[in-house]
């Protein structure tokens, strides 16, 4: 854990490959470094790998632009077409795949390295607050049950209570709004009140901190099923699953691959599936790769968009409900 | 409702409060929910016997969503460990205080990774920009982009 860049250096090391976790996606700009004039003071910036300050910048603009939501209204599809015009026709076709199988709308997040954990929270609790009228206090009440069947997990994983029962509680008490009303806005939950709060560093945090435990539980309790496919994803080393869940899980904004997406189906019992939008389809289609390891067969399962190193949600819906 | 950090700190200090500090860490001030004051000593065989440090943090409201800022008090009562990984101004190169934080830490686990960090030194130095770092260095040193090594503690 020391300073490794000017020993590398002075070695003549290569750096190291590092991912970008900057999480944009490759059709919007990316920044260009136009020289140290924004940061003429720091004068390790002179030092650091085109990579590192491409970083660096995303991490700039994320603080700069405090207003670009944690997770954005519901946009028509044709928007995100739109920022594609100018780029690789293969990406238009993927598009216009998703949107020929009935796919019109797409609910954005911030490129922070939790969009995965939060668009899946998000399309968790729209699903629930969706379910049919008859249906939806039994819905509700399942997943409370669901999320409180699953801290002796979390206690089992070796979290102590005081580090994950306020994650819980304000994850669950956006659950119950949705047939009680809350204490502080007198109403049910609504799909503006949903967005507010996910919307809201404070609330939608936390919920993405408690999917990760939720994550980390799964595979620290049940390592065997996870441990041959525990990799640094920098590296490309196998990990031991306790060290791979404080790296690469629990520590915020790092993203989600396959197996936290897994272990997260199974730890929520749900089911989702991801959409690739990669630009590498030949025929222009949409692989959609299933995370089934939830139980609630029979309820249309949430779909996310993954677009290189980024989750968004995907509807078929394509605006807001009015309400 | 309180900020979360609130909520979480209250919880802490009253766990400290009811199960005491580990061993050799002990708790200096927590009269507010912005900034702690701990001593950390090594106990057993080290680099270290017979030496006290005291470590600040810093809380933002977000904590512990966000990393505290950490950091070995130097004043006049007070200095910096002579360590690898420790500036002489007192900033610490951690990877779980910077890009590994994870709110799974809480300020007694910070303090007790420390303590080891500390236990498991072989020889006493400082890091090797430790002056060129010193000179520049912000106040606060979560505003570092310290770079890790993969775990050489």
Known sequence: MQPTMDRREREGLPQAPRLVSGDLPPEEPIPSYTGPSFVTDDPELSRLTPAELYELNQGMLNDAVPDRPL??????????????????????????YLRSQGYNGIRRTRGDGDCFYRSLAFAFVERLMNSEEEELEFSVMSAISTLESVLPMLEAAGFQKLVYEDFYETFVSIIKQIVEPDRLDHSNLTPALLLEAFQSPEVSNSVVVFLRLLTSAQIRTDPDSY??????????????????????VEAVGKEADHVQMTALSRALNVNFSVAYLDGRSKDGTVDFVQFDSGNDYGSEPMVLLYRPGHYDILERRSQEPLE | MASISARRLRKELSEIHVEGCPVGINLLSADNFEQWLLSLEVMGESQYPGEVFALKFRFDPNYPISSPAVQFVVDGKYTSPVHPHVYSN???????????WSPVLSVIGICVTLQSMLASCKKKERPQDNDRYVLHAPDNPKKTRFHYDVDTV
């Open chain 1, 71 to 96: 997770i954005d209204q519901l946009k028509h599809i044709a928007v995100l077409r739109s920022e594609y015009e100018h780029g690789t026709p293969a990406f238009l076709q993927q598009i216009d």
């Open chain 1, 227 to 248: 441990a041959d496919f525990l990799f640094n994803p920098e590296l490309g080393e196998p990990m031991a699953p306790r060290e791979f869940c404080e790296s690469f």
């Open chain 2, 90 to 100: 007192g900033h610490i190169c951690a990877s779980i205080l910077g890009n590994e």
